[in-house]
Nanobody, 121 residues
Framework: VQLVESGGGLVQAGGSLRLACVAS????????MAWFRRAPGKERDFVGAITWSGGTTYYADSVKGRFTISRDNAKFTVYLHMSSLKPEDTAVYYC???????????????WGQGTQITVSS
């Protein structure tokens, strides 16, 4: 499975951005897709996840109400819609695919290259 993210960039606090992650190769094995992020000097954190078939979503408390994950099965694409962005959302955002139901990073077998989001105050 290959994952390619797009949509990163620089945005002012309070603004919005949308990330996209396109999956290819072996997509029929994917059960859950997720977004993680790593801020400078910090551990990689879970942001949110969506089950590929049912579309059930899960979010970290820090992004609930501000971020939304959606998917387009026909395009093998998962989106992360981010609004009301804060400087503390600045991080490299990674798309990941799991062959099971999990929100733990160790449960994800496939990762994208990451895309930088910088939120200026």
């Amino acid at each position: 499975v290959q994952l390619v993210e797009s949509g990163g960039g620089l945005v002012q606090a309070g603004g919005s951005l949308r990330l996209a992650c396109v999956a290819s190769g072996g997509t029929d094995r994917i059960v859950t897709m997720a977004w993680f992020r790593r801020a400078p000097g910090k551990e990689r954190d879970f942001v949110g996840a969506i089950t590929w078939s049912g579309g059930t979503t899960y979010y970290a408390d820090s992004v609930k109400g501000r971020f939304t994950i959606s998917r387009d099965n026909a395009k093998f694409t998962v989106y992360l819609h981010m609004s009301s962005l804060k400087p503390e959302d600045t991080a490299v955002y990674y798309c990941a695919a799991s062959l099971g139901y999990t929100v733990l990073a160790r449960g994800y077998d496939y990762w994208g290259q990451g895309t930088q989001i910088t939120v200026s105050s």
